[in-house]
């Protein structure tokens, strides 16, 4: 055999090789990525990590696989914890969910995973930290909403953020001068305080009562939603401090949509302890 021609051969033997060697690590990565579902759904997640990574590793282009680890460390992130480890944790998350993001940029599911990581890591001790996770958050569910805009968890999502925010500001101010919350709009608090408060909660009560109420436009049992929505027109009465009237009518509202929230709990409840209708048949072959 000529030089060319062992060349060629050499060449052809190689390619062989190297298909024969990605086809071993498909299958290999595939093992991996079906361990790491086993062991997620036995909430070994630490495990459910280590086999995620392997899989990705072994072949990157599989389908699921970063998905389903950042899934997996994410749900190794501990809510409100500010250690180095966790937050290091949530950021090798989101960065891998944007990875897949850069390739489906409307995934909803990892635009609500990366939302709430956000909102998980949001810890008050830092002030200006949780602002910022805060800010995040609701960034990512208004991404939610831009590829689902009936989504009514990511309307939720955003109307409690606005609330949490007036309400940490009305705090603050109130704290500042020696005041509590009454929770009936604060018309004893004095207007140096309340002047510059109004400015400030304006924008973000009104945004938190527009996404609150499209929550439960989208979801008619959505008892949390109309629990902060009572929360938010209790907001907007501090805002409307200068108007006893508006005051009087927004205290209404929120009493109203207290009600609300009440009786659709009780229903959700009743509905929740409803089992099957008609005769049914237990594990053991007896009718019940």
Partial sequence: MNGPARITAFAV???????????????AARDQLNKGVEAY??????????????????DPNLPMA???????????????????ENLKTAQQSVDIFK??????????????????????IANPSDHQK???NLKNAKEWQQKVLAADPKDPEAAYT????????????????????????????????????????????????DEALQYLNQAVANRANYEEAMT???????????????????????LASAREWTAKAMDTRKKNEEKKNQGPGGITIDSSGNLK
Wanted: hydrophobic content about 45%.
């Fill in 13 to 27: 033997t190689l390619a062989g090789m190297v298909l024969a060697m990605s086809g071993c690590d498909q299958l």
């Fill in 41 to 58: 759904k036995s909430a070994h997640y630490e495990e459910a990590i280590g086999h995620f990574q392997r899989a990705t590793q072994l």
């Fill in 66 to 84: 970063k998905t389903y680890l950042a899934t997996a460390l994410a749900q190794n992130v501990v809510p409100g914890l500010n250690t180095a």
């Fill in 99 to 120: 990875e897949v993001l850069a390739k489906d940029p409307n995934d909803v599911n990892s635009l609500k995973q990366v939302a709430g990581i956000y909102f998980s």
């Fill in 130 to 132: 949780w602002l910022d």
């Fill in 158 to 205: 955003v109307g409690v953020i606005d609330w949490m925010e007036a309400h940490s500001n009305l705090l603050s101010a109130l704290q500042a001068a020696g005041l509590n919350d009454d929770g009936e709009g604060n018309l004893k608090a004095p207007k140096k305080v309340m002047d510059p408060l109004k400015a400030e909660n304006g924008p973000l009560v």
């Fill in 228 to 250: 902060y929505i009572n929360l938010a027109y209790r907001a907007k009465a501090n805002n409307d401090y200068d108007s006893p009237n508006a005051v009087k009518a927004d």
